[in-house]
């Protein structure tokens, strides 16, 4: 029977001001093996989506379009700011989780194919982080929340300083900007070629939007990369994704926003098989129901973000980590 996650802390959450340290292995290997055992047929939805190419094209044209018929809009007025968070962020939004999508190599065969198709999406979001999402991302799945490895976890210094609820309410306005900055502080990574190509395309791509529209679409795509990851209903995905609102270290959600989001909220599923494309994890979750059905959910990413703000026995440190293995002899 699926379970609906609750206000209230259950009795095994911690208190704020402690991470909840775990010995054991993350779930998901586990899982996955449980059910490669009862449902070998599984293996038959993993591979690459040829649909997603297209769909992302359509936002990509979308959104492009969109910043350049805002381009004389006052930047402090109602007509940006409305378009920006209710249609621009939205998309970008979309276009985030796009790149999240094929960095797991799920748009083409090719793996050449995904990495450089990461570099189109990341157009319009302005600022260059499609190989660097990809290098991180992968560390999350592998090692997830292993204490200096996964940065998707909030540092002790985060937890400290944007404690009660007008810290979280900080935290969530800005996750963007964490999001994109603790990987750098925690974990630094060797540049690679990638990395040139995104910041060189991003700069031939700004400066001929500049040197035809003027500077007007990329204040209307900047705004709307900000909002996308401010106080938007879709970015409480990052909030409900490993936020330990009870005794589970992941959650899913199967709400109508999935449709606006490569059914990221299919979070279990996914890390469980990050193999299998986003149009096929509802067929996972039909395969498969006696290991899905049961797992605590979310049912709407609002109410994560007003819970993750209001509720005094959620912080920064909701989190489940691990100490690294030792080193090899």
Request: proline share 8%; charged share 15%.
């Amino acid at each position: 029977m699926k379970v609906s996650y609750a206000s209230s802390p259950s009795a095994n959450t911690p208190l704020p001001g402690n991470f909840r340290w775990s010995t054991q292995a993350e779930p998901h290997k586990t899982r996955r093996k449980l059910i490669l055992e009862s449902h070998p047929e599984v293996k038959d939805l993993i591979g690459h989506e040829p649909l997603t190419k297209y769909v992302v094209a359509a936002l990509l044209a979308a959104q492009i379009s969109l910043g350049v018929a805002m381009r004389h809009t006052p930047f402090w007025s109602a007509w940006m700011w409305g378009p920006a968070y209710i249609l621009g962020a939205t998309m970008t939004h979309a276009l985030f989780l796009a790149l999240h999508e094929v960095s797991h190599m799920l748009a083409f065969q090719k793996i050449v194919y995904n990495r450089a198709f990461t570099l189109l999406i990341n157009l319009p979001i302005i600022v260059p982080c499609a190989a660097a999402f990809r290098m991180y991302h992968m560390d999350h799945h592998a090692q997830q929340g292993v204490h200096g490895v996964d940065t998707d976890v909030p540092t002790e210094t985060e937890a400290r300083l944007l404690r009660g609820v007008w810290g979280k309410l900080f935290f969530c306005t800005n996750q963007m900007l964490f999001y994109a900055l603790r990987p750098m502080f925690i974990r630094p990574k060797p540049w690679t070629r990638w990395h040139s190509w995104n910041v060189a395309l991003q700069g031939a791509f700004v400066a001929g939007v500049v040197a035809h529209w003027g500077w007007g679409p990329i204040r209307f795509w900047l705004l709307s990369t900000y909002l996308a990851g401010s106080l938007h209903p879709c970015a409480g995905h990052f909030i409900a994704e490993h936020y330990t609102f009870g005794s589970t270290e992941t959650y899913s959600y199967y709400g109508p926003l999935n449709m606006l989001c490569f059914n990221v909220g299919y979070h279990n599923e996914h890390h469980d098989f990050p193999t299998i494309p986003w149009t096929r994890l509802p067929r996972l979750k039909a395969l498969a129901p006696e290991c899905y059905d049961t797992l605590p959910c979310h049912t709407s990413w609002i109410a994560v973000l007003w819970n993750f703000i209001t509720s005094p026995h959620m912080s920064l440190q909701s989190r489940t980590k691990r100490m690294p293995p030792p080193p090899s002899s």
